[in-house]
């Protein structure tokens, strides 16, 4: 007899309807066959399954067993597909009416008792379902609240094969998993971190008003101690809270990255991600013998921190450049080509030079310029380019240090930054534009038109700091960002001069002549 159930797998962030089919025939040599572009976790199913039939208290007549996947092109991979096939085994030997199963979408890993364990990428496979017009989804009971957060579809977390069964029977008729998902967004007001614990760098805390506003990358070049990495810690403090449709998004990432924490039906902190400067290519990009996302996807729609930047290979740090400028990351292997979203800001710091003290006027440098030069060649110009905002962060002077508090707090530079935030999405509604630092091409010339003057002072500033094409536009791009912050129609000298007062690093070696 032939069964069908339906389930699916996992392109990307997406998930792709698979039908599971199995034929069980009752003559010949006893056999099982799987096929359909089954990997290896797929293939080893057959052993737990079978297991977990047996110690269910099903025991299946001897019979030749043939399992298909459709569509048989399309690569199968993880522990997902036990539930579906043991349920799919059932009806082929007529244990339960085979059409109970219809409508039904399944996932789940089966312990060989019989037992359910979570698996990776519930929230897109629910998401699918429900496109699909999904009679109900029944998934683990651990993977159940990320799928509840899709509204619509019917989700039932169960602990066991026993009562996935005694739910497509009939014979148990559980209520539906529910999500409070206004509740979720309620708990994330507190956020870890103030910079009002930040004593001074007035400096450093307008330049993240400044990229947080607009969405820019940033750079903090300064001697250690300075506090780069305590300022770059509390920007997401600053930033806008997630939207519903942003956190399903990076739910998503993380549920397919097998990441998402089992009490969390859905991420609604913006991410930071503080990879360690020994990360691999694939680590930070993604990829692997199985394709997964890296931290570039993981940060998405949050905060990458790269912290001592050169310390990082450099040809780590080159294959940031796509995800940097086009907000996705393509992963090409000979099999298949797989997207993943990795729109995030890009925050950064590095020392001056090699002992750290080049900027320092309290310890002396003992670095020649040679290292020097060494040090800073490890970060490509391609890469600084795409680095919108790169500040120096000095030493903090005593007369900071000593002061109870920071005079600038998250709360007072969050409602800054949402007001021109706001400012922005009223000016590109209706076009593919998010933030000021999307920019580019007609829409370039269109917001960040400059008059004469203007013209005449960048002109001398690009001649001057040998500035490339890439980095004009992001002086433009930065202008137009403190132009909002001051509520100004049109770009002035004062914002292109404060925009390119951020390019440290082009002012630390100008062009000669």
Not at 120 to 149: F, K
Not at 270 to 293: Q, V, Y
Not at 431 to 452: F, P, S
Request: charged fraction near 25%; proline fraction near 7%.
């Amino acid at each position: 007899m032939i069964a069908k159930v339906r389930t699916a797998a996992l392109l990307g962030i997406e998930a792709v309807p698979v039908a599971l089919e199995v034929d069980l025939a009752r003559s010949g040599m006893p056999a099982f066959t799987l096929v359909g572009l089954a990997e290896g976790a797929v293939r080893e199913a057959k052993e737990r399954v079978l297991a977990a039939l047996k110690n269910a208290g099903h025991r299946l007549p001897p019979s030749r067993i043939t399992v298909n996947l459709a569509p048989a092109d399309l690569r199968k991979e993880g522990s997902g597909y036990d539930l579906p096939l043991a349920l799919c085994l059932l009806a082929a030997a007529e244990v339960i009416d085979a059409e109970r199963l219809d409508g039904w979408f399944l996932a789940g890993e089966l312990s060989l008792d019989g037992n359910l364990g979570p698996v990776p990428g519930v929230l897109p496979l629910a998401i699918m379902a429900r496109e699909q017009g999904a009679r109900g989804l029944i998934v683990p009971a651990d993977n159940a609240a990320e799928a509840a957060v899709v509204q619509g579809l019917a989700v039932y977390g169960v602990d066991s094969l026993a009562e996935a069964v005694g739910i497509v029977t009939g014979e148990r008729v559980p209520a539906p998993a529910t999500v409070d998902v206004d509740a979720l967004w309620a708990g994330q007001a507190a956020l870890d971190g103030d910079f009002a614990e930040v004593k001074g760098q007035d400096h450093a805390k307008r330049a993240i008003e400044i990229a947080a506003a607009g969405g820019h990358n940033l750079l903090f070049v300064g001697p250690p101690g300075s506090g780069k990495t305590m300022l770059a810690q509390r920007i997401p403090t600053v930033l806008p809270p997630l939207t519903f449709d942003e956190a399903l998004e990076v739910t998503k990432i993380y549920s397919v990255a097998g990441m998402l924490p089992r009490e969390a039906a859905l991420i609604v902190r913006r991410p930071f991600r503080p990879p360690h400067h020994t990360i691999s290519d694939a680590g930070l990009i993604g990829g692997g013998a199985n394709p997964r996302p890296g931290e570039v996807s993981l940060a998405h729609r949050g905060v990458l921190f790269l912290d001592e930047l050169p310390e990082f290979k450099k040809h780590v740090l080159e294959v940031l450049r796509q995800p940097l400028e086009d907000g996705r990351v393509t992963i090409s292997r000979a099999a298949l080509s797989l997207t993943y979203p990795s729109d995030f800001m890009l925050i950064a710091s590095m020392n001056p030079c090699p002992c750290g003290y080049l900027t320092d006027d309290r310890h002396e440098c003992t670095c020649q310029p040679a290292a020097i030069g060494r040090y800073r060649s490890r970060i490509s110009g391609p890469l600084m380019d795409r680095i919108d905002l790169q500040v120096e962060v000095p030493a903090v002077p005593y007369e900071d240090l000593k002061a109870p508090r920071g005079n600038r707090d998250s709360a007072t530079m969050r409602a800054g930054i949402l007001a021109v935030r706001a400012m922005q999405a009223k000016r590109y509604a209706g076009q593919n534009i998010r933030l000021n630092a999307d920019l580019t091409g007609a829409a370039l010339e269109r917001w960040c038109t400059v008059g004469e003057d203007e013209q005449r002072f960048l002109e001398q500033a690009v001649r001057r700091l040998g500035l490339s094409a890439r980095a004009y536009t992001r002086v433009l791009r930065i202008a137009r960002t403190i132009a909002d912050m001051e509520e100004a129609e049109a770009i002035g000298i004062g914002h292109l001069a404060e925009a390119i007062n951020f390019r440290t690093m082009d002012r630390v070696n100008p062009p000669q002549g």
